[in-house]
């Protein structure tokens, strides 16, 4: 089965901690992004990647950083200077970034801080 | 830049019922419109889209929505609901290539609650 899988489902940080979440897709896309979902806020782009190598940050980067060494892999790692990171981390892929494509949705990490 | 405004936060409807989502745009310029539906403590998956052509889209799960560009609204639609669908449902919006902002703007969601 094509899709996206994101890990762990659940990641509990400690203050000053860096954590980070994988995301892997096997849908042989080229775009992959991240997502934060807060209550009533709907959701913030972190950073987006249109290839291999090379991503660029969305609204909200401050505190996070991410890596694109594969095409079926974006980690996102949260560092200890994003200091609210309690959230819902998506992630997403699309074939390409022209703004028309549907984008995939991964099931999600809820991450909370101890 | 682009805003999405999803004037509802909840709309709880008697199953079998008819029910309308609103949704409405900002911008002057040619945009793509979505509908995502997000199931508790999952990802979204997407309903519809609206890239251009006729203004009624339809989707999964008998949903349509239609395209209105002298109101900047996407609104979505179901003429009667069943239990299952009861999630969170999210309008999003991204400008077509070379407009300089393809990236999806979500707006805030609206949570339909389906009461048996």
């Known amino acids: 089965d094509g899709g996206i899988t994101q890990s762990p489902k659940y990641l509990f940080r400690k203050e000053g901690q860096n954590v980070t979440l994988s995301c892997e897709q096997n849908?042989?896309?080229?775009?992959m992004y991240w997502y934060r979902q807060d209550p009533g806020q709907g959701l913030r782009l972190i950073y987006y990647?249109?290839?291999?190598?090379?991503?660029q940050k969305g609204d909200i980067a401050e505190g996070y950083s991410v890596s694109r060494e594969k095409k079926e892999s974006f980690p996102l790692t949260v560092t200890s200077a994003q200091k609210n990171p309690t959230a819902f981390y998506l992630c997403?892929?699309?074939?390409?970034?022209?703004?028309?494509?549907?984008?995939?949705f991964g099931p999600g990490t809820r991450l909370l801080v101890l | 830049a682009q805003s999405v405004t999803q004037l509802d936060s909840q709309v709880p409807v008697f199953e079998e019922a008819p029910v309308e989502l609103r949704c409405n745009y900002s911008?002057?310029?040619?945009?793509?419109l979505f509908w995502y539906v997000q199931y508790p403590n999952q990802g979204l998956q997407l309903l519809l889209k609206?890239?251009?052509?006729?203004?009624l889209v339809k989707g999964i799960n008998g949903f349509e929505a239609e395209f209105n560009k002298s109101q900047t609204s996407f609104h979505l639609r179901k003429p009667s609901v069943h239990i299952s669908d009861t999630a969170e449902y999210f309008c999003?919006?991204?400008?077509?290539?070379?407009?300089?902002?393809?990236?999806?703007?979500f707006g805030t969601g609206t949570r339909l609650t389906i009461i048996p």
């Open positions: 997403a892929s699309s074939i390409s970034r022209t703004g028309m494509e549907t984008q995939y």
């Open positions: 849908l042989n896309h080229d775009a």
């Open positions: 990647s249109q290839i291999v190598n090379d991503f």
């Open positions: 911008s002057s310029v040619s945009v793509y």
């Open positions: 609206y890239l251009s052509g006729s203004t």
């Open positions: 999003a919006v991204s400008d077509p290539p070379n407009f300089g902002n393809e990236k999806l703007t």
